[in-house]
Protein backbone atom coordinates (compact mmCIF):
# COMPACT_ATOMS: atom_id res chain seq x y z
CA UNK A 1 0.00 0.00 0.00
CA UNK A 2 1.67 2.69 -1.22
CA UNK A 3 1.08 6.17 0.84
CA UNK A 4 3.31 7.95 -1.70
CA UNK A 5 2.53 7.75 -5.55
CA UNK A 6 5.16 8.98 -8.19
CA UNK A 7 3.83 7.36 -11.06
CA UNK A 8 6.33 8.58 -13.81
CA UNK A 9 9.46 6.74 -13.33
CA UNK A 10 11.27 9.36 -15.52
CA UNK A 11 11.29 12.28 -17.56
CA UNK A 12 12.95 13.93 -20.56
CA UNK A 13 12.99 17.94 -20.77
CA UNK A 14 15.48 20.32 -23.18
CA UNK A 15 17.38 22.79 -21.16
CA UNK A 16 15.37 25.80 -20.74
CA UNK A 17 12.02 24.62 -20.48
CA UNK A 18 9.98 23.91 -17.88
CA UNK A 19 10.23 20.32 -15.67
CA UNK A 20 7.33 19.51 -13.97
CA UNK A 21 7.43 16.27 -11.19
CA UNK A 22 3.93 14.84 -9.98
CA UNK A 23 3.36 13.10 -6.72
CA UNK A 24 -0.12 12.08 -4.90
CA UNK A 25 -0.41 10.57 -1.96
CA UNK A 26 -3.28 8.81 0.10
CA UNK A 27 -2.72 9.56 3.45
CA UNK A 28 -5.16 12.76 4.37
CA UNK A 29 -3.11 12.84 7.83
CA UNK A 30 0.29 14.09 6.05
CA UNK A 31 0.59 18.00 6.41
CA UNK A 32 4.31 18.41 5.76
CA UNK A 33 6.00 17.60 1.85
CA UNK A 34 9.16 18.06 0.62
CA UNK A 35 11.10 16.85 -2.32
CA UNK A 36 14.32 15.33 -2.42
CA UNK A 37 17.14 15.61 -5.08
CA UNK A 38 19.68 12.17 -5.64
CA UNK A 39 22.41 12.19 -7.82
CA UNK A 40 24.13 8.32 -8.28
CA UNK A 41 26.29 7.35 -5.53
CA UNK A 42 25.05 10.68 -3.39
CA UNK A 43 22.40 10.24 -0.58
CA UNK A 44 19.59 11.86 -1.35
CA UNK A 45 19.64 16.11 -0.67
CA UNK A 46 16.81 18.72 0.44
CA UNK A 47 15.20 20.60 -2.10
CA UNK A 48 11.91 22.11 -1.30
CA UNK A 49 8.96 21.64 1.24
CA UNK A 50 5.52 23.03 1.74
CA UNK A 51 3.33 23.21 4.57
CA UNK A 52 -0.26 22.20 4.44
CA UNK A 53 -1.44 25.27 5.35
CA UNK A 54 0.08 27.01 1.78
CA UNK A 55 -0.68 26.00 -1.78
CA UNK A 56 2.88 26.97 -3.40
CA UNK A 57 6.44 27.56 -2.02
CA UNK A 58 9.05 28.99 -4.53
CA UNK A 59 12.91 29.06 -4.29
CA UNK A 60 14.93 30.16 -7.19
CA UNK A 61 13.79 27.92 -10.11
CA UNK A 62 12.11 25.63 -7.95
CA UNK A 63 8.27 25.81 -7.01
CA UNK A 64 6.28 23.39 -5.03
CA UNK A 65 2.60 23.49 -5.69
CA UNK A 66 -0.16 21.88 -3.13
CA UNK A 67 -3.66 20.79 -4.03
CA UNK A 68 -5.33 19.24 -0.79
CA UNK A 69 -8.24 18.34 -2.26
CA UNK A 70 -6.62 16.15 -4.63
CA UNK A 71 -4.33 15.28 -2.75
CA UNK A 72 -1.32 16.20 -5.11
CA UNK A 73 1.32 17.81 -5.17
CA UNK A 74 3.90 19.12 -8.32
CA UNK A 75 7.04 20.28 -8.10
CA UNK A 76 8.33 22.60 -11.58
CA UNK A 77 11.84 23.77 -12.77
CA UNK A 78 12.08 26.37 -14.38
CA UNK A 79 14.32 26.80 -16.64
CA UNK A 80 15.54 23.37 -16.66
CA UNK A 81 19.26 22.82 -16.67
CA UNK A 82 21.65 19.54 -17.44
CA UNK A 83 22.63 19.77 -13.84
CA UNK A 84 19.31 19.24 -12.57
CA UNK A 85 19.33 15.41 -14.31
CA UNK A 86 18.95 13.49 -10.96
CA UNK A 87 16.15 11.32 -9.55
CA UNK A 88 13.29 12.82 -7.62
CA UNK A 89 12.03 11.87 -4.58
CA UNK A 90 8.45 12.99 -3.17
CA UNK A 91 7.67 12.59 0.98
CA UNK A 92 5.44 13.13 3.63
CA UNK A 93 5.33 13.81 6.98
CA UNK A 94 2.24 13.91 9.60
CA UNK A 95 2.71 16.68 12.22
CA UNK A 96 1.23 14.12 14.80
CA UNK A 97 4.60 11.60 14.04
CA UNK A 98 6.31 14.65 13.53
CA UNK A 99 10.50 14.05 12.75
CA UNK A 100 9.48 10.58 13.23
CA UNK A 101 7.78 8.83 9.56
CA UNK A 102 8.95 10.79 6.67
CA UNK A 103 7.03 8.04 3.56
CA UNK A 104 8.73 8.61 0.47
CA UNK A 105 7.70 8.01 -3.26
CA UNK A 106 9.42 5.84 -5.91
CA UNK A 107 11.29 8.38 -6.99
CA UNK A 108 11.01 10.01 -10.97
CA UNK A 109 14.16 10.06 -13.24
CA UNK A 110 14.63 13.45 -14.74
CA UNK A 111 16.90 14.15 -17.70
CA UNK A 112 17.17 17.58 -19.11
CA UNK A 113 18.63 17.32 -22.56
CA UNK A 114 20.90 20.23 -23.73
CA UNK B 1 31.29 20.33 7.60
CA UNK B 2 30.89 16.38 7.89
CA UNK B 3 26.97 16.31 8.43
CA UNK B 4 26.28 12.93 8.31
CA UNK B 5 28.91 9.99 7.62
CA UNK B 6 28.43 6.23 6.99
CA UNK B 7 31.18 3.64 6.55
CA UNK B 8 31.98 1.55 4.53
CA UNK B 9 30.70 3.14 1.02
CA UNK B 10 30.50 -0.81 -0.04
CA UNK B 11 30.50 -4.43 1.18
CA UNK B 12 30.12 -7.71 -0.32
CA UNK B 13 28.87 -10.54 2.51
CA UNK B 14 28.39 -14.15 1.92
CA UNK B 15 24.93 -15.48 3.03
CA UNK B 16 24.65 -15.60 7.11
CA UNK B 17 27.74 -13.69 7.66
CA UNK B 18 27.29 -10.25 10.10
CA UNK B 19 28.06 -6.70 9.94
CA UNK B 20 27.71 -3.16 11.23
CA UNK B 21 26.95 -0.25 9.15
CA UNK B 22 28.42 2.67 10.69
CA UNK B 23 26.73 6.01 11.09
CA UNK B 24 27.45 9.22 12.47
CA UNK B 25 26.07 13.12 12.67
CA UNK B 26 27.98 15.97 13.61
CA UNK B 27 24.58 18.37 14.06
CA UNK B 28 23.68 17.19 17.18
CA UNK B 29 20.34 16.74 16.14
CA UNK B 30 18.01 14.28 18.27
CA UNK B 31 16.89 11.82 15.44
CA UNK B 32 18.43 9.51 12.92
CA UNK B 33 17.16 7.20 10.94
CA UNK B 34 17.81 4.07 8.64
CA UNK B 35 16.46 3.93 5.06
CA UNK B 36 17.01 1.35 2.66
CA UNK B 37 16.52 2.00 -1.16
CA UNK B 38 15.80 -1.07 -3.60
CA UNK B 39 15.42 -0.39 -7.29
CA UNK B 40 12.44 1.13 -8.59
CA UNK B 41 11.61 1.91 -4.95
CA UNK B 42 11.59 4.48 -2.58
CA UNK B 43 13.52 4.69 0.70
CA UNK B 44 12.21 2.54 3.07
CA UNK B 45 12.57 2.90 6.74
CA UNK B 46 14.27 0.27 8.88
CA UNK B 47 14.52 1.83 12.40
CA UNK B 48 14.22 5.18 14.03
CA UNK B 49 15.58 6.99 17.09
CA UNK B 50 14.50 10.12 18.79
CA UNK B 51 17.16 10.27 21.05
CA UNK B 52 20.26 8.57 22.93
CA UNK B 53 18.94 5.21 24.39
CA UNK B 54 15.52 5.00 22.37
CA UNK B 55 15.02 3.36 19.24
CA UNK B 56 11.77 1.85 17.18
CA UNK B 57 10.93 -0.21 14.40
CA UNK B 58 10.21 1.42 10.94
CA UNK B 59 8.72 0.00 7.81
CA UNK B 60 11.31 -2.86 7.35
CA UNK B 61 13.07 -4.25 10.74
CA UNK B 62 13.17 -7.67 10.35
CA UNK B 63 16.88 -9.01 9.94
CA UNK B 64 18.12 -6.03 11.42
CA UNK B 65 19.32 -4.16 14.77
CA UNK B 66 19.94 -0.86 16.04
CA UNK B 67 21.21 0.81 19.17
CA UNK B 68 21.93 4.30 19.93
CA UNK B 69 24.63 4.69 22.97
CA UNK B 70 25.27 8.75 22.06
CA UNK B 71 23.31 11.59 20.41
CA UNK B 72 26.44 11.47 17.11
CA UNK B 73 26.13 7.71 16.81
CA UNK B 74 23.51 5.12 15.12
CA UNK B 75 24.82 1.56 14.09
CA UNK B 76 22.52 -0.91 11.94
CA UNK B 77 23.63 -4.08 12.86
CA UNK B 78 22.70 -7.39 10.42
CA UNK B 79 23.06 -10.03 11.79
CA UNK B 80 22.15 -13.30 9.69
CA UNK B 81 22.74 -11.58 5.81
CA UNK B 82 20.34 -13.03 3.17
CA UNK B 83 20.15 -12.02 -0.31
CA UNK B 84 16.98 -10.03 0.25
CA UNK B 85 19.47 -7.90 2.29
CA UNK B 86 20.92 -6.45 -1.19
CA UNK B 87 20.34 -3.16 -1.27
CA UNK B 88 21.44 0.43 -0.46
CA UNK B 89 21.34 1.91 2.86
CA UNK B 90 21.10 5.39 3.87
CA UNK B 91 21.53 6.77 7.27
CA UNK B 92 19.89 10.38 8.50
CA UNK B 93 19.73 12.60 10.80
CA UNK B 94 16.82 15.18 11.39
CA UNK B 95 16.17 18.54 13.57
CA UNK B 96 12.24 17.40 12.76
CA UNK B 97 11.43 19.50 9.92
CA UNK B 98 13.87 17.81 7.16
CA UNK B 99 16.28 14.54 6.58
CA UNK B 100 20.28 14.91 6.03
CA UNK B 101 21.28 11.64 4.25
CA UNK B 102 24.54 10.42 4.29
CA UNK B 103 26.29 9.22 1.20
CA UNK B 104 25.11 5.49 1.23
CA UNK B 105 26.34 1.91 1.55
CA UNK B 106 26.18 -0.09 -0.97
CA UNK B 107 25.30 -3.61 0.21
CA UNK B 108 25.42 -7.03 -1.77
CA UNK B 109 24.28 -10.16 -0.06
CA UNK B 110 26.06 -13.37 -1.99
Known amino acids: DQQVKQNSPSLSVQEGRISILNCDYT??????FLWYKKYPAEGPTFLIS?????DKNEDGRFTVFLNKSAKHLSLHIVPSQPGDSAVYFC?????????????FGPGTRLSVLP | NAGVTQTPKFRILKIGQSMTLQCTQD?????MYWYRQDPGMGLKLIYY???????DKGEVPNGYNVSRSTTEDFPLRLELAAPSQTSVYFCASSTGEKLFFGSGTQLSVL
Open chain 1, 27 to 32: NSMFDY
Open chain 1, 91 to 103: AASASDNYGQNFV
Open chain 2, 49 to 55: SVGAGIT
Open chain 2, 27 to 31: MNHNY
Open chain 1, 50 to 54: ISSIK
